[in-house]
Nanobody
Framework: QVQVVESGGGLVQAGGSLRLSCAVS????????MGWFRQAPGKEREFVAA????????LYADSVKGRFTISRDNAKNTVYLQLNSLKPEDTAVYYC?????????????????????WGQGTQVTVSS
């Protein structure tokens, strides 16, 4: 069973920064694309960012492009999301997930159904 555990959320003022971490218990971690999604109260879960299994390709939602940065450390089985210039509308529970198939193409990286193992989420609250 693959376990996905997020950490690093918290309360921050607008304009501030946070760094989220996601640890994955999977021997073949380096073969899977990883994604970050978020869900605000009363809204559907939405794509935030994704990184290819090699680390050589990243994808961002337009709403976070230029402010958030996704990265991974395959030696530590961990993916990160650096959140800068935070806005109140970034307030949500942030989820990390692994893509269903290993060593796949970048097509579909932003699609929620492409991911099958999810963490419990970490709360990010941005005050104005």
């Amino acid at each position: 069973q693959v376990q996905v555990v997020e950490s690093g959320g918290g309360l921050v003022q607008a304009g501030g920064s946070l760094r989220l971490s996601c640890a994955v218990s999977r021997r073949t971690f380096s073969s899977y694309d990883m994604g970050w999604f978020r869900q605000a109260p009363g809204k559907e879960r939405e794509f935030v960012a994704a990184i290819a299994w090699s680390g050589g390709f990243t994808l961002y939602a337009d709403s976070v492009k230029g402010r958030f940065t996704i990265s991974r450390d395959n030696a530590k089985n961990t993916v990160y999301l650096q959140l800068n210039s935070l806005k109140p509308e970034d307030t949500a529970v942030y989820y990390c997930a692994t893509r269903r198939r290993p060593l796949t193409t970048t097509q579909g990286m932003g699609v929620l159904d492409e991911y099958n193992y999810w963490g419990q989420g970490t709360q990010v609250t941005v005050s104005s």
